[in-house]
């Protein structure tokens, strides 16, 4: 990024990417439309694209395939494409604000404890004053817990350490992993499965209550990155060039990491563990169009729904069984992993 040394120099960097901006989130958002029309064609029952515009607009009157499409794939794909937005933008928001390019809801132990959250109601039934309501509430507690118990390791008087944030994160999520493993070990083998199916990822049972449930606090989080574009551009230029021209930084900061656990929960609480959608979207942009956030954003929004459309098309599709997503991006995800920390070694520790 350009040196940010007043906000003078802030809007002439952001208003000579304007243009640029316009174009390439409009190409990538027509692409996730052709993508969206794509998928809602390919499943047990093989849809053409004539059928699935006459269903949509009301040309064709057919009770199977309004019932696949608006019953079915539909609900399935809207819920693919908020929840690989919102692990992409979280993952965005933690490599900017912590400057580590391997930070991710995964990498940093928060889908693990968000995983454990959801398997300790699974292990002791849903129910209680939560009602059906327990199973993403518990998975929503131990996000917001385990994020804030990471930051407040890695966090030190002279700021948050990068090393220390990644050791926390990956220590996090092996005790947590651990825990969950503990819970498979002492249930009975119903519960057994449901905590394993839980751990994989998979938007198999999404419908339009899990949009429902969902939604508000993705929207919430998306919206509230929106507001802190120009802060989180300054902080990620550097946290004293941010400071001196009137940022609290501190407070951007813990408002940001609320926002990215309410992200984080929102998507652990309908599609279980997905990993490495936050480090894989991300990188990929940010190698095409610099480290601009307000073009970032945008496309990191767009993008991980398009990259989750496509890995759950593919894990549903290409193989005899239906593949956990979550399985799909780990295969994909694991190698791209080592690649970032063997060509980006010297940012990672410095």
């Keep these: 990024m350009a040196e940010l040394n007043s906000f003078e120099d802030l809007r002439e960097f952001e208003e000579t990417s304007r243009r640029k901006t316009v174009v390439i989130v409009s190409s990538v958002a027509a692409l996730a439309v052709s993508t969206f029309i794509c998928a809602m064609m390919v499943g047990n029952y093989h849809l053409s694209i004539s059928q699935v515009f006459g269903v949509l607009f009301g040309t064709i009157h057919d009770g199977t395939m309004e019932y696949i499409i608006f019953e079915v794939r539909l609900p399935r794909l809207l819920c693919c494409f908020?929840?690989?937005?919102?692990?992409?933008?979280?993952?965005?928001?933690?490599?900017?604000?912590?400057?580590?390019?391997?930070?991710?809801?995964?990498?940093?132990?928060?889908?693990s404890g968000a995983a454990f959250g959801a398997s300790l109601a699974l292990a002791f039934g849903v129910g209680g004053f939560m009602g059906s309501l327990m199973v993403p509430g518990m998975a929503f507690i131990f996000c917001f817990l385990t994020m804030g118990v990471v930051y407040m390791l890695a966090r030190t008087k002279y700021g948050v350490a990068s090393n220390t944030l990644l050791l926390a994160g990956v220590a996090m999520g092996a005790f947590f992993n651990g825990l969950v493993s503990l819970l498979q070990y002492v249930v009975n083998d119903d519960v057994l499965s449901s905590i394993v199916y839980w751990t994989m990822g998979s938007l198999n049972g999404c419908g339009w209550s899990s949009f429902a449930l969902a939604i508000a606090p993705l929207a919430i989080g998306m919206i509230i990155v929106f507001i802190l574009i120009k802060e989180l551009n300054l902080i990620s230029a550097g946290e004293e060039q941010a400071a001196n021209m009137g940022v609290n930084v501190v407070n951007v900061r813990i408002i940001l990491i609320i926002a990215t656990a309410?992200?984080?929960?929102?998507?652990?609480?309908?599609?279980?563990?997905?990993?490495f959608v936050g480090l894989i979207v991300p990188h990929i942009f940010r190698m095409i169009v610099g480290p601009n956030h307000k073009l970032l954003v945008p496309l990191c929004i767009v993008g991980g729904g398009i990259f989750m459309i496509v890995m759950d098309t593919i894990a549903k599709s290409m193989f005899s069984i239906i593949l956990p997503v979550g399985v799909l991006t780990s295969l994909i995800g694991a190698p791209f992993f080592i690649y970032v920390m063997r060509t980006r070694k010297k940012e990672i520790w410095e």
């Design 262 to 275: 309410l992200m984080v929960g929102g998507s652990v609480a309908i599609s279980g563990v997905i990993g």
């Design 82 to 111: 908020i929840v690989g937005a919102a692990l992409s933008l979280s993952g965005l928001v933690m490599q900017s604000l912590f400057k580590n390019p391997m930070a991710s809801p995964s990498v940093l132990g928060i889908s």
